[in-house]
C-alpha cells in the first residue's frame, strides 16, 4: 500500500517514493536543482583550458615510474586487443617468460577497453583522454545511489560532485594509475547491497552485475568490498 505524505516540522511535507513511481528511477523525472546545474557546468569550464595540453599529447598529471609503466602496459595491450590475442600471452610481455602483467596490476579490463576503443577510433593520444572519460563515468554512476539515499537532485548531484572529485582519485589519475581511480561500479554495488534488504531478483541481478565491473575494474576494489 502507497504511503501518504509526510508531515515534517515546520508545516513542510514530504511525498513518499511509491507515489512519484516504481523505485528510485521514477526520480529521474524530477527536475533538477538550478544550483546544482550550475556547479556541474562551471566543473567543467574550470577543466576546459587542460583540452588543448591534453590535444598536443600532454598526460595529466606528472611524470613519475607508474606512468612509465602505465605507458608501456597499455600499449603492449592495446596491441595485443587490436591483434585479437590475449594480452597476457603477447609478446609485447615478454611472453613466456615474462610477468603477467594484467592480474598483477589488477585486471584492470575495463579501463583497457576504454582506452583501447579510442585507439581503435584513431585517437592519436587516447591515454590523454582516457580520464576524461573516466570522471564522467564515475559521477553517473553515483547518481542512482544518490537518488536512493536522498530522493532529490540537489544534494545527489553535489555528493556525486565530490565523489568523482576526491584527492584519491585524482592522485591516481595524477600518477597514471587510472584502472584505481575507475570506480563507477563501486557505488551501483552500495545501491544494490541497500536495495537487496527488500528482497527481489532484480536487486540481486544488480549486485551480480554492479560486482562483476567493479572487479574487470579492479579487482582489488571488490575484495575491499566484500566483508
Not at 94 to 116: D, H, K, R, V, Y
Not at 213 to 223: D, I, V
Request: aromatic share 8%; net charge neutral; proline share 7%.
Amino acid at each position: 500500500m502507497n504511503a501518504g505524505p509526510k508531515t515534517l516540522p515546520g508545516g513542510a511535507q514530504t511525498i513518499s517514493v511509491q507515489q512519484q513511481g516504481d523505485g528510485v528511477w521514477a526520480l529521474f523525472v524530477q527536475p533538477v536543482d538550478p544550483a546544482a546545474a550550475v556547479g556541474v557546468v562551471a566543473s567543467l569550464v574550470v577543466a576546459l583550458p587542460e583540452l588543448q595540453a591534453l590535444r598536443g599529447g600532454a598526460l595529466l598529471g606528472y611524470q613519475n615510474d607508474d606512468w612509465l609503466g602505465a605507458i608501456a602496459l597499455h600499449h603492449g595491450t592495446h596491441q595485443a586487443l587490436l591483434a585479437f590475442e590475449a594480452p597476457w600471452l603477447h609478446r609485447a610481455f615478454m611472453w613466456p617468460t615474462g610477468m603477467n602483467l594484467l592480474p598483477a596490476n589488477g585486471a584492470n579490463i575495463l579501463e583497457f577497453l576504454l582506452s583501447g576503443l579510442l585507439k581503435a577510433l584513431g585517437a592519436e593520444h587516447p591515454l590523454s583522454f582516457t580520464p576524461l572519460l573516466i570522471l564522467p563515468l564515475n559521477l553517473l554512476g553515483f547518481v542512482p545511489l544518490g537518488l536512493h539515499l536522498w530522493k532529490r537532485w540537489g544534494p545527489t548531484l553535489a555528493a556525486a560532485m565530490v565523489w568523482t572529485l576526491l584527492p584519491p582519485s585524482l592522485g591516481e589519475l595524477a600518477t597514471g594509475r587510472m584502472t584505481q581511480a575507475l570506480l563507477f561500479a563501486l557505488p551501483l554495488v552500495m545501491l544494490a547491497l541497500l536495495r537487496l534488504k527488500g528482497g527481489g531478483w532484480r536487486n540481486a541481478v544488480l549486485l551480480g552485475v554492479s560486482g562483476a565491473l567493479l572487479a574487470l575494474s579492479y579487482w582489488f576494489c571488490l575484495l575491499y568490498t566484500s566483508p
